[in-house]
Every structure is written in structure tokens, then in C-alpha cells.
């Protein structure tokens, strides 16, 4: 059943309007590793196109797609075929999850890949690149589905408020720093001209990711097979 809903998630993800606004966040990094200084070099141009790569596409991609996962069938009062049927509620989330992840992976290692190519660099920056992108895209996700899941209705403006606000400045905050998928994402790609401070340890930063990213989907998971669709809460 998840492969179905995946395949049918598939369809609507190229038939919407949100793929056009993935293909723009492409553009951004993209952009950025041709404008960036010159005087500048490769380390500290391909550190700087890293880290606008997670801010902006590692992030919002997959915001933008499964917040909300659960909220548009509300919306589109697709969940009466569904609940209707035997389909674990949980398998709409493992669908569109099975749909996106993977694309937004991609996405980010080919930006990156263009990046290393137009810059320039050690080859060894941009395998931790690919590996920091891929983790962030995962934690992103996650908390995209989990959050989305609590928030319903209003999916989209709590986790761009977060992506928008806090995930700009929880980096920078040693006390809170460890909550921050832009942080975590950055610490195991381990630039060697880190544009914000991050830690010295990419093992703990990818366990830490799985723990964040294992708490989201719970959380997903539980609040959609609480939900109760059709009152205030769905």
C-alpha cells in the first residue's frame, strides 16, 4: 500500500505547483557558486555554496512537500477513500516520504556536484558535502511530516517559520545548537572553511540526526493515527 500511494504521490508531485518552486530553490546555489567572489578561494567558495545549499534547498525542498502530507488530504477530502479502505494511516506518510526524500537528495548532490564543478576544489570537500546535504535532507523530512502532522491545518506556515527564523539562528546558540538540522548537516560535511560554528564530530552529528529524525516521524506517525478527521482537529 505504500508503494501504491507512493506511485500516486508521484503523479501529483510533477502535475503541481511546487515543483516549479523546487526548480527555482535549484537555481539559488546554483547562482551563488557564479556570483561569489572571486578573490575569495575554492575552500571558502564552496563552503559558503554548501551552506546556502542547506539553508535553502536541503530545507525548504522537503518542507515544502511533506508538511503538508496530512493537511491536503484533510483539505482535499481524500481521507474518506482512504480510511475507508484497509491502509495503515501511516503508509500515506511512508509514501510521500518514499516520493521525496530520495528526489530532494538528488536535487542537492547535483547542485552540488555543478558547484564543485564551477569552483573547483578537493575532491574530498565535496564527498563530505554530499554526505552533510543527504543527512540534512533526511532530518528535514522528518521534521517536515512531524510537524505537519501536528499542525494540520496551518503546515506550511509553522515549519517555514521555523526553517525562516529559528534555523537561522539555532546554529549559533552552543545551547541549543544541537537542535538544528543546519547545524548537525554541517558538522558532518566538515568544511574546511566553516561559514557558521560547527562542531568537530560528524559521528555524533549523524547520530544525532537519526535521533531527531526517528523522534519526528513518531510523532508523525502517532498524531495521524490519533487524529480524529472531519472535526476541529483534522
Not at 477513500?81 to 510521500?96: D, E, F
Not at 537528495?105 to 564543478?117: C, D, E, P, R, Y
Not at 575532491?123 to 543527512?135: D, I, K, S, T
Not at 548537525?184 to 535521533?211: C, F, H, K, N, W
Request: hydrophobic share 60%; charged share 15%.
Amino acid at each position: 500500500m505504500t508503494l501504491a500511494i507512493a506511485r500516486l504521490y508521484w503523479k501529483r508531485v510533477w502535475r503541481g505547483k511546487m515543483v516549479w518552486i523546487s526548480a527555482l530553490l535549484l537555481l539559488v546555489p546554483l547562482g551563488l557558486s557564479l556570483v561569489s567572489p572571486r578573490r575569495s578561494d575554492a575552500a571558502d567558495r564552496f563552503s559558503f555554496v554548501f551552506e546556502m545549499t542547506v539553508r535553502s534547498l536541503v530545507l525548504l525542498v522537503p518542507v515544502l512537500h511533506l508538511a503538508p502530507a496530512i493537511g491536503e488530504e484533510a483539505d482535499g477530502k481524500t481521507y474518506t477513500y482512504l480510511w475507508s479502505r484497509p491502509v495503515s494511516r501511516a503508509a500515506v506518510l511512508w509514501g510521500k516520504l518514499l516520493v521525496v526524500l530520495p528526489l530532494a537528495a538528488v536535487a542537492a548532490g547535483l547542485v552540488l556536484v555543478v558547484a564543485f564543478a564551477i569552483i573547483g576544489a578537493d575532491p574530498a570537500w565535496l564527498v563530505r558535502a554530499e554526505l552533510g546535504a543527504a543527512a540534512g535532507v533526511v532530518g528535514a523530512s522528518a521534521f517536515a511530516l512531524g510537524v505537519g502532522a501536528l499542525f494540520p491545518r496551518h503546515p506550511l506556515v509553522v515549519t517555514l517559520a521555523w526553517v525562516c527564523f529559528a534555523e537561522q539562528i539555532l546554529p549559533a546558540v552552543k545551547a541549543v545548537q544541537n537542535l538544528s538540522i543546519v547545524y548537525q548537516a554541517a558538522t558532518i560535511a566538515d568544511m574546511p572553511r566553516p561559514m557558521l560554528r560547527a562542531g568537530d564530530d560528524p559521528t555524533s552529528a549523524a547520530v544525532a540526526i537519526a535521533v531527531l529524525s526517528a523522534i519526528w516521524l513518531s510523532v508523525a506517525v502517532w498524531r495521524v493515527r490519533s487524529m480524529e478527521f472531519g472535526t476541529a482537529e483534522g
